[in-house]
T-cell receptor, first 115, second 111 residues
Framework: DGGITQSPKYLFRKEGQNVTLSCEQN?????MYWYRQDPGQGLRLIYY???????QKGDIAEGYSVSREKKESFPLTVTSAQKNPTAFYLC??????????????FGSGTRLTVV | QQQVKQSPQSLIVQKGGISIINCAYE??????FPWYQQFPGKGPALLIA?????SEKKEGRFTISFNKSAKQFSLHIMDSQPGDSATYFC??????????FGAGTRLTVKP
C-alpha cells in the first residue's frame, strides 16, 4: 500500500542533543512537508521541499534542518538550538506544487519529548 | 499571521445530531479548501474538499458549504456518530501550494 512512513513513533531527546526524524513516502509525490503540531495551535509549517536537493523554510524553521537527497525521503533534524522541541511532528506529501489540489497525505507522526 | 480562523475550538454533540464547524479565510487567492480528520496519535486524513466555483459539496454524511463573498466555509456532519469523535482541521491553499491550516476543532459525539 502506498503511503508515508514516519519513524520512530515516540522519541525522547536529552537537553543539547540533536535528533533526526525519518519520513519516507512511496507515493511518487514530488513535494514533501514537515509540520509541528501543538495543542490548540493547529499545524505549523517547518520546512517544505518541491524537488530533490531543494527545500524552503516555513514559518517556524529556526532550530530545525532538513535534507532531500532522494525523492522518497525527507528527514528532519531537531537541533539543540530548538528551545522548545516537545511536540507532535507530522510529515506530509503532495503530488506537486502548483498542480491540482489533491490535498496532502500525512504520516502517522512522531511524538518528540525532551527529558 | 493566522490566515485561516476556525471555530469553535471544541464541540459536543449528541448522537444523531448535526455538527457544524466554521472557518474563515483572508487571502482571496486561495482556491482549494480541504477538511482533515485526525484521530488521537494519528496524522490528519483528507475528509472532503471544495473549490470556490461551487457553493456546496456533499460526500455521505459530510457536507462543505462555501460562501465566497463572505470568505467563509463550513463543515456539516449529519447524523453524527461516536466514531466521528476526532479533531477536524480546515485548510486553504492555492492549488495545493503553501496550505494554511485552522487551529482545529475537537468534536465529541456523545452516545
Amino acid at each position: 500500500d502506498g503511503g508515508i512512513t514516519q519513524s520512530p513513533k515516540y522519541l525522547f531527546r536529552k537537553e543539547g542533543q540533536n535528533v533526526t526524524l525519518s519520513c519516507e513516502q512511496n507515493l511518487n509525490h514530488d513535494a514533501m512537508y514537515w509540520y509541528r503540531q501543538d495543542p490548540g495551535q493547529g499545524l505549523r509549517l517547518i520546512y517544505y521541499s518541491q524537488i530533490v536537493n531543494d527545500f524552503q523554510k516555513g514559518d517556524i524553521a529556526e532550530g530545525y534542518s532538513v535534507s532531500r537527497e532522494k525523492k522518497e525521503s525527507f528527514p528532519l533534524t531537531v537541533t539543540s538550538a530548538q528551545k522548545n522541541p516537545t511536540a507532535f511532528y507530522l510529515c506530509a506529501s503532495s503530488p506537486s506544487q502548483g498542480g491540482p489540489g489533491y490535498g496532502y497525505t500525512f504520516g502517522s507522526g512522531t511524538r518528540l519529548t525532551v527529558v | 499571521q493566522q490566515q485561516v480562523k476556525q471555530s469553535p475550538q471544541s464541540l459536543i454533540v449528541q448522537k444523531g445530531g448535526i455538527s457544524i464547524i466554521n472557518c474563515a479565510y483572508e487571502n482571496t487567492a486561495f482556491d482549494y479548501f480541504p477538511w482533515y480528520q485526525q484521530f488521537p496519535g494519528k496524522g490528519p486524513a483528507l475528509l472532503i474538499a471544495i473549490r470556490p466555483d461551487v457553493s456546496e459539496k456533499k460526500e455521505g454524511r459530510f457536507t462543505i458549504s462555501f460562501n465566497k463573498s463572505a470568505k467563509q466555509f463550513s463543515l456539516h456532519i449529519m447524523d453524527s456518530q461516536p466514531g466521528d469523535s476526532a479533531t477536524y482541521f480546515c485548510a486553504a491553499s492555492m492549488w495545493g501550494y503553501d496550505m494554511r491550516f485552522g487551529a482545529g476543532t475537537r468534536l465529541t459525539v456523545k452516545p
